[in-house]
């Protein structure tokens, strides 16, 4: 077999030496150096991109909590503002009532007292009429000219004891 | 008809004599130089387009690179990284000389059995070297099992060192056995084909099918080769 011709191993492990050799420099100094290259860009390329995706998201989440914030913000305040507007309706609603409760008790004050001087007044003139029918009817009965002044003294004792 | 062992005769190219020493030129050196050439060819041309998104035979430069990457960081475990491109180169020298030899009429170097001991020789001399610069003599623990009773001593220690010592004849008869017996094989169905006239119809559908069988072995066994390599390796930087 010339598997087993010694004379022929100098030569082939000399030629195994030199090739392998020369392989293993190609490999290390310039084919594996560009494949591993190609293969980080690659990885770098594929993390950057995952980074920026998980960046972007959290600015996503960001703004909508921003957003929600402000529309919490915009509702309190809106809230704040209806309260405010109630509440400054139910005071204006409450001077105007007060008011014209014043107003109107004043009038029914100012009434009263009218009333009180005209049934005085009325009274008052009731006494005298009822002197003069008083004179009258003692001058045509018992043909005396009553005077006014003692008559009026006696119709008003009467009307009193009648609680008139 | 051709003797089947005719395919492995070495025949000088350009003779050439150093101080007595035949180191001609041959025919097995002339595909030792092919396999370099298209080992860096497919290697580099593939890439040569740095795309990011990779094409056919840039993703079998890579798969091929990852594949070794993997193996190593597998079966050498850490610190082994900065031998990578000894053992691509390794598994690619291998490998193209295997598949390089299935071209009819070629030659196939890796079946030589000088060739694989050269190879084999020189990773069990580098292994050897790498145990000693990292363990000092407590490489030596290698050959004796951690915890094994120290009375047994006298029967581990020259069984773990002649499994050590044979390492290189395994890793290389190995190789050059399979490849020399498949290419063997490949030539006397295919003397077959010939001499049986129109019947060689059949060997020739067997030969087909040893064809394909030929295609895997060639690739097992570069991958074998170098995975043992690995190994070898994973037990000069870690002991046991």
């Known amino acids: 077999m010339p598997h087993f011709d010694a004379t022929t191993f100098a030569s082939q492990l000399f030629w195994l030496a030199v090739t392998f050799v020369t392989l293993y420099v190609l490999m290390s100094k310039v084919a594996l150096p560009r494949i591993s290259d190609i293969l980080e860009e690659r990885q770098r390329r594929i993390s950057d991109d995952l980074d920026m995706a998980e960046r972007l998201k959290a600015e996503t989440e960001a703004a909508i909590a921003t957003y929600e914030k402000a529309l919490a913000t915009a509702r309190a305040s809106a809230q704040a503002e209806i309260a405010r507007a109630l509440e400054a309706n139910a005071a204006e609603a409450a001077a105007r009532h007060a008011e014209m409760d014043a107003v109107l008790s004043a009038k029914i004050t100012e009434s009263e007292e009218r009333i009180h001087a005209a049934r005085r007044d009325a009274l008052a003139e009731v006494n005298g009429i009822a002197a003069d029918v008083a004179a009258a009817i003692v001058e045509r009965i018992a043909d005396v000219k009553a005077d006014a002044d003692t008559v009026a003294p006696v119709v008003a004792a009467v009307a009193k004891e009648r609680g008139l | ?240």
Not at chain 2, 2 to 17: G, N, T, W
Not at chain 2, 150 to 158: Q, S
């Open chain 2, 1 to 240: 008809m051709a003797s089947p062992i005719e395919q492995f005769a070495i025949k000088p190219i350009i003779p050439i004599h150093v101080g007595g020493v035949d180191i001609s030129f041959t025919n097995s050196a002339l595909y030792m130089v092919i396999a370099v050439v298209v080992a860096t060819v497919f290697l580099t041309g593939a890439m040569s387009k740095r795309a990011l998104i990779p094409g056919r035979l840039q993703s079998m430069v890579e798969m091929i690179f990852e594949f070794v990457a993997n193996m190593l960081r597998e079966n050498a475990g850490s610190g082994s990284q900065k031998y990578f491109p000894f053992i691509f180169t390794l598994f690619m020298f291998v490998l193209v000389g295997n598949l390089l030899g299935l071209t009819p009429y070629s030659f196939t170097y890796t079946s030589h059995i000088i060739v694989t001991a050269g190879l084999a020789v020189l990773v069990f001399l580098g292994v050897t070297v790498i145990g000693f610069a990292k363990h000092g003599t407590g490489y030596l623990r290698m050959f004796f099992p951690h915890g094994a009773p120290i009375i047994l001593a006298p029967i581990l220690v020259p069984i773990e060192l002649v499994s050590y010592l044979s390492r290189p004849f395994s890793l290389s008869v190995r190789l050059a056995a399979n490849m020399t017996v498949g290419h063997i094989m490949l030539k006397v169905i295919g003397g077959f084909v010939i001499s049986l006239g129109l019947l060689g119809i059949l060997p020739f559908a067997g030969i087909m099918g040893v064809t394909i069988l030929e295609l895997g072995i060639a690739c097992l066994q570069a991958y074998i080769f170098t995975v043992l390599s690995c190994i070898y390796l994973h037990d000069a930087l870690h002991l046991h």
